[in-house]
């Protein structure tokens, strides 16, 4: 049985210490990259865990050139956390639910779904995009937890973001493809938001709002750019009436049963952290 060692667990329950000004700035940019968040020896366990999963659950066999320009993005993998008793572990860790419960202000959070996204050697860009796009829920309290599973330095096409582009309506009609990053890129230029370009540490995470504009350069390197991502909600998010297509497909795929006007409360959408009072 692959267990995970104490020093692991501890980490993943760990709190973290957010300063005001941290809080600060997320609440004004909608997106922060915190260091240290897991340690070397952390990240390297979860790192051949999550490898093993999405080499086993992976269905994609088709060369890089065949694909579109969505999958030429990444491999993505859903909801790891149903399949693999140690990922569910990191998913589900208070450590990382209590920094989006904090940077939301929120009263706690419940899980929308995790992903893996590994960006395969020569794989190419990620589109700029807004994720609630896709999300059929009511208010903007969403953030997702950016995990780099290495150090990512730029080659290897780290997330970038539009530092404040939460504020922009333009461009949250698109899904992720060569139109979005044509549209959203066209619109951010005539903007003041900056654009953020920046390589990860190994242990760094960045945290993002469903509705802040981000994008990922190509991966030119041989190697594959490994990455989990966990997505948060207000454990209070009521499911609102889908706007489109994959807003449809993702309640009932993220929220099965859910009903809409009512708090999410399906069992793949636990509450991982709680607080009594901000």
């Excluded at 139109?179 to 903007?191: A, D, F, K, M, Y």
Aim: charged share 20%.
């Amino acid at each position: 049985m692959f267990a995970i060692p104490p020093e692991v667990a501890a980490a993943l329950r760990q709190p973290y210490a957010l300063t005001p000004d941290q809080i600060a700035f997320y609440q004004q940019f909608r997106f922060i990259k915190l260091k240290q968040v897991f340690d070397a020896d952390t990240l390297a366990f979860f790192n051949e865990a999550i490898s093993r999963r999405v080499a086993a659950m992976n269905q994609e066999t088709r060369p890089l050139a065949e694909r579109s320009t969505y999958g030429k993005a990444f491999l993505q993998l859903f909801n790891l956390w149903q399949e693999d008793e140690i990922v569910k572990e990191l998913v589900l860790s208070p450590r990382l639910a209590q920094i989006a419960t904090e940077l939301m202000q929120t009263n706690g959070v419940r899980l929308y779904h995790d992903q893996a996204l590994f960006k395969e050697g020569g794989g190419g860009i990620t589109p700029w995009h807004a994720d609630q796009y896709y999300w059929p829920l009511e208010t903007d309290k969403t953030i997702t937890a950016w995990i780099p599973l290495q150090a990512t330095p730029l080659e290897l096409g780290p997330l970038e973001f539009s530092a404040g582009s939460h504020q922009i309506v333009e461009g949250r009609e698109l899904e992720i493809g060569d139109e979005s990053e044509t549209i959203i890129q066209q619109r951010l230029r005539v903007t003041d938001f900056t654009h953020v370009i920046e390589p990860f540490d190994c242990g760094e995470i960045s945290f993002h709002s469903g509705w802040v504009f981000h994008r990922a350069g190509a991966n030119r390197t041989d190697q594959v750019r490994k990455v989990m991502t966990i997505i948060y909600m207000d454990k209070d998010m009521v499911l609102k009436q889908p706007e489109n297509d994959n807003q449809v497909n993702d309640w009932h795929t993220w929220c099965p049963g859910a009903r809409i006007g009512e708090v999410i409360n399906s069992p793949i959408n636990p509450i991982i952290y709680q607080n009594a009072v901000l």
